[in-house]
């Protein structure tokens, strides 16, 4: 397999480097194969149609162009070979169903072959469930006052309601046409493929089997049945073939437990690298640029994603900080999570450099506006190796590096994405560690050096299981929705101390002070009348049961022959 080709029947102005092979006849390669490319071509792995976008608009100087495009192409290629979105195959057969009035379903003969489809027809309004995905999808009808299971393939829904819309297999010719909607079931049932968009980790998810839902946000913003919540277990159940691969779910993810496979962090980390001293404009797959004339000022190269909701506080920062320049977003639409995202970016950058880090354009005209400010912001530019971090490790790392040691106020976190300031009431924490079990991201810890409970604030989501955790009441309490940027919020901070308490019987430390004083306080008027079992109260779990069992066997005379006679 080559690497790159590029491809312009009219040719192309200027030498490309020998890495990439320039041809104007796509026929003198029909059976070669390669992984980048500058058009839609049966052979090639990745098309990347903003390298002609590149050349079509951009002021670069020539000598810049060459090396640009080069850089293009090597992006495309990283952003395929660390790609996790495999590839998978749903088998489909030809059993549709087809919901419409008479006209309509007149208007769908005349589109296709007798016999051609297993077809049933129905009206809508008897429609109660739908359930399954393409290839395996399950129809609830009311006939006559009895619920009927349909099991079909694929659905053909004129003017599709929501319950069409959640789940893989359900077509609406009145979004495209009925030719093009009869082309694409065909096409489904022939070769049905789709691809696995997301990664989990259950391990620091803020939902998973937790005693009260905390989070579950991935599943509220899916559009789909791709994420669902299994409320009895607290578990997520994911459907791969439901996923449109918009990423939502990813940015909104708290602590980073959902990742984007055709660019994970590890990935969107790999392409920041090329874009030093360059101005990134990030374009998701779906803004169609093909048509779009519009000048790039010079240094401005394009950043080309597949998703548009996937981007996050963490990958943005990545890129802002390796091209040391403010970002451009061409997009029509900003997911809950991306949009919170970009105004913590943008509190921290003014307070900081007194400029906005992301320029958000939703149309050609604010596109063009976007592209005469975007600009370097000097001192911004930051590199860091941390392909081995999670979310919310790499952003503190890299927002520490903005703070260094000044003081720039207090960011506030948005409606979606969640930061916080764990406080807690030294003089009701007895240091059971309750909330250290609680939190999975490592905000919260004991140090058993100096018996302390300790904050990382700038890991915690803010999710509040600790605090509901917390068995004292009133001890553990949550600043919701606070970035405090200055340089003690990326420090451990102690919130508790205690000494140890020694066994009244060996001397052994076993417990805290207040932890021994709290159950002694509640025990000891009930143990009152046996000083044995009240000294307990002050006992290792070691002696405790050698006390009790010293002192029965003390007594057992006195039980078994309670008038002393001797034996």
Known sequence: MQEFIYYNPNGIEFPLPESIVVTNKLIDYKNDNFIVSNVSMTNTELVANEIDFYINNSKDPLSKKIKNVEKLYEVNADRFDLAQDMVYTQEVSNKVLLVCDNEQKSEVLKH???????????????????????????????????????KVDQIVW?????????????????????????????????????????????????????????????????????????????????????????????SICPSGAIDYTPSNRETISQ?????????????????DI????????????????????????????TLLQESGSQVVFYTDFLSKGT????????????????????????????????????????????KLSDMEMNKREQFAIRLSHIVGNEDLGVVKTGENVHYGHVKVDESKCTLCLSCVG??????????????????????????????????????????????????????????????????????????????????????APIFASDPIKERTLYCCEDCKPKIMMKSYMENKGSYNNPQGVSL
């Open 112 to 150: 296709i072959v007798s016999s051609e489809f297993d077809l049933f027809h129905i009206q809508e309004d008897i429609i109660k469930d739908i359930n399954g995905h393409i290839g395996n999808l399950t129809v609830t009808v009311k006939d006559d006052e009895k619920l009927i299971d349909l």
């Open 438 to 523: 609680a939190c999975n991201v490592n905000a919260l810890f004991a140090d058993a050096s100096d018996n302390t409970l300790r904050l990382n604030a700038s890991v915690c989501t803010s999710c509040g299981y600790c605090e509901v955790t917390c068995p004292e009441k009133d001890c553990l309490t949550i600043e919701q929705d606070v970035i405090k940027l200055n340089p003690t919020w990326f420090k451990e901070e102690i919130l508790a101390q205690d000494e140890l308490f020694a066994c009244v019987e060996c001397g052994k430390e076993f417990a805290t002070k207040k932890a021994v004083e709290k159950i002694a306080g509640i025990m």
């Open 290 to 317: 093909s048509s779009l004339s519009i000048k790039l000022k010079e240094d401005v190269l394009p950043f080309k994603i597949e998703g548009e909701k996937f981007l996050h506080e963490a990958t943005l920062l």
């Open 158 to 250: 004129f003017d599709e309601k929501e319950l069409g819309m959640k789940q893989s297999g359900c077509f609406d010719p009145l979004k495209s046409s009925v030719d093009d909607v009869i082309a694409k079931i065909r096409e489904n049932i022939s070769n049905y493929e789709y691809k696995k968009f997301t990664t989990y980790d259950k391990t620091i998810c803020q939902y998973h089997e937790r005693r009260e839902e905390i989070c579950g946000r991935c599943a509220d913003v899916c559009p789909t049945v791709a994420i669902v919540k299994d409320d009895s277990k607290k578990h997520l159940e994911f459907s791969q073939i439901d996923c449109h691969g918009c990423g939502g779910c990813v």
């Open 339 to 382: 949009k919170d995202s970009i105004s913590i970016l943008n509190q921290v950058y003014q307070a900081k450099y007194k400029k906005d880090a992301i320029l958000v354009a939703m149309d050609e005209k604010e596109l063009e506006k976007a592209l005469k400010k975007v600009d370097f912001i000097e001192g911004s530019r930051y």
């Open 271 to 287: 392409m920041s690298r090329y874009y030093e001293n360059q101005i990134p404009l990030i374009i998701p797959d779906k803004m």
